[in-house]
């Protein structure tokens, strides 16, 4: 059983993303490269294509990697990163007011284990957090990760 200390530590780290600041790149793209403190780079993209079902509106794949990896990298900040990762995602919502959003997490290689991993359980979480009331979130698990589909509540379309 977790102490109260474990899940205030927790709830602090996630409290405190990394300073970073969402700037559009192009047309359809957005971008955040930020610092981490040993000295790695966070870098967390977000393009813009033709939803496949609704070619009226944008989908938005919601991308990051930590100095060029998108893999676990076991450097210890991980939950602080993923709150950097949501703070840009609040962001670009207040920005956007985007129809369509998708984020994946690639299964561990390593860990003989179905179902959901703990990384995609805490980005699932995490995500639905990030996006609040005004959004649907659905999600996709397969052998090799999870896509997590996001549509503003209201939206035609199934699901």
Do not use: C
């Not at 709830?11 to 610092?35: F, H, I, M, W």
């Not at 703070?87 to 670009?92: A, N, P, R, S």
Request: a positive charge.
């Amino acid at each position: 059983m977790k102490k109260f200390t474990e899940f205030t530590e927790l709830q602090e780290t996630l409290n405190n993303p990394y300073p970073a600041v969402l700037k559009k790149d192009g047309r359809q793209g957005y971008r955040s490269t930020v610092e981490l403190d040993d000295g790695g780079k966070l870098n967390i993209n977000i393009e813009g294509d033709e939803h496949i079902d609704d070619d009226d509106y944008i989908d938005w794949e919601i991308s990051f990697e930590r100095n060029g990896e998108q893999k676990v990298t076991g450097e210890g900040d991980a939950l602080r990163i993923m709150a950097t990762v949501m703070k840009m995602i609040t962001q670009f919502i207040k920005m956007e007011n985007p129809k369509y959003m998708h984020l994946s997490a690639a299964k561990d290689k390593n860990v003989k284990k179905t179902g959901l991993q703990g990384r995609e359980r805490l980005y699932g979480r995490l995500v639905k957090k990030a996006v609040g009331n005004k959004y649907r979130v659905h999600s996709d698990t397969d052998s090799s990760g999870t896509i997590w589909y996001i549509k503003r509540k209201g939206a035609p379309g199934a699901w």
